[in-house]
């Protein structure tokens, strides 16, 4: 199908698909990128991660013809018209995808191996952390209130398709109002050296930034501090540091 019209409903919804919150409410996002695409339909139907997306359309243009052979929609759009759906720049063909809802978080649940809780807004960011999250070994990303989606064409980038593969679960409360355990430790200044900590095998780590204000919520648990020493800056960006912690954590694993 041809849709020349920005005013179409379809291009109207797409669109809409730019923002966190639209992805959140609806479950559709787009997969960008040749490379990540190519991965994707290259997963056989019984892979358990195939699994959770349903492919519901193909969006390309008359230069780019159609990549898939499934029978699902497929509409070809104008370039002028595709470039405002491309918003990463990658000039390949874009797939619509449905997506299972994240399992609930429950607050009061202990952690299964390691566990990152995060309210990183930024996308750049939050694909960054998936990516390494899924590198060293980590169980599940619960994210936050404050949380940018995983689905985002920017973190998906980020995390070179590993938001994909990652286990996410999501809860509306805001970072600060979690309720803390024994198990949660915090990334913050003045606490114990990440290198010479005996890691626990099951445990919650939370990454925060600037915005949400971790260092309210070490203060008042000075024994559940982790930190890295650094020199020459007071601090490393939020994604750095978490995937220093992480790779340190799963080193320690027997």
């Not at 309210?119 to 952390?129: I, Q, R, V, Y």
Request: overall charge neutral.
């Amino acid at each position: 199908m041809k849709i020349s019209s920005s005013q179409n409903a379809n291009f109207k919804f797409w669109k809409e698909l730019k923002s966190a919150k639209s992805i959140r409410e609806s479950q559709y996002f787009f997969l960008m990128g040749e490379k990540i695409i190519k991965e994707f339909l290259s997963w056989p139907e019984k892979n358990p991660s195939r699994k959770k997306f349903e492919l519901t359309a193909e969006i390309f243009t008359e230069s780019h013809p159609s990549v898939t052979s499934s029978e699902i929609n497929k509409y070809e759009l104008p370039n002028g018209l595709f470039k405002e759906l491309d918003v990463i720049g990658t000039g390949f063909n874009l797939l619509l995808l449905k997506y299972t809802s994240f399992e609930k978080f429950n607050l009061n649940s202990a952690p299964q191996g390691l566990e990152v809780l995060s309210p990183l807004g930024d996308p750049g960011n939050m694909g960054a952390l998936v990516r390494s999250a899924l590198a060293f070994g980590v169980n599940k990303i619960i994210l936050t209130k404050e949380s940018c989606h995983p689905f985002h064409p920017r973190a998906l980038k980020a995390s070179a398709g590993a938001s994909l593969l990652m286990d996410f679960a999501q809860t509306e409360e805001s970072f600060l109002k979690i309720p803390i355990q024994s198990y949660d430790y915090f990334l913050d200044q003045d606490g114990k050296d990440i290198f010479t900590f005996a890691w626990p095998q099951k445990l919650r780590l939370w990454v925060g930034e600037e915005g949400p204000g971790i260092s309210e919520l070490s203060a008042k648990n000075p024994q559940q501090i982790l930190s890295i020493k650094t020199q020459g800056v007071e601090s490393l960006n939020a994604t750095v540091a978490a995937s220093l912690a992480i790779s340190q954590w799963s080193r320690n694993q027997p």
